[in-house]
C-alpha cells in the first residue's frame, strides 16, 4: 500500500501563490509517476499535472502551475501562481506505476485526501 498526504492548501488573495506538497510512504518502489488532479464543487475532478520519477513533466496550465519532486523524499510539489477564483478547490495527489506523466485518471491507482485552496476575488 502507498499513502499519500497532501499539505500547503489555505486561503489565498488572487494573484497570489501557493505551493502544495505530497509526501508519499509505504510500497512506493513501484511508483514512478505522481500526479495532482483538482475538484470543484459540483464539477468532475480534473487533471493539473504529472511527475515521472526520471522528472518527466505535464501541466494542463504550464503558464501557471509547476511541478516539482524530490525523490529522496519522496514528495512532489505543485507551485501554483497567479491564481484565479476558478482555482478553488481540492486538490487531490495521487500515485502510479506507469512511465509518463499521464493525465488519464484511471493510471492512478493511489490518492490522497485532497488538501482545501480557495482563491478569493
Known amino acids: 500500500q502507498v499513502q499519500l498526504v497532501e499539505s500547503g492548501g489555505g486561503l489565498v488573495q488572487a494573484g497570489g501563490s501557493l505551493r502544495l506538497s505530497c509526501a508519499a510512504s509505504g510500497s512506493i518502489f513501484n511508483i514512478n509517476n505522481m500526479g495532482w488532479y483538482r475538484q470543484a464543487t459540483g464539477k468532475a475532478r480534473e487533471f493539473v499535472g504529472a511527475i515521472t520519477r526520471g522528472g518527466a513533466t505535464n501541466l494542463a496550465d504550464s503558464a501557471r502551475f509547476t511541478i516539482s519532486r524530490d525523490n529522496a523524499k519522496n514528495t512532489v510539489y505543485l507551485q501554483m501562481n497567479s491564481l484565479k477564483p476558478e482555482d478553488t478547490a481540492v486538490y487531490y495527489c495521487?500515485?502510479?506505476?506507469?512511465?509518463?506523466?499521464?493525465?488519464?485518471?484511471?493510471?492512478?491507482?493511489?490518492w490522497g485526501q485532497g488538501t482545501q485552496v480557495t482563491v478569493s476575488s
Open positions: 495521487a500515485a502510479g506505476g506507469n512511465n509518463w506523466p499521464t493525465s488519464e485518471i484511471t493510471r492512478y491507482a493511489y
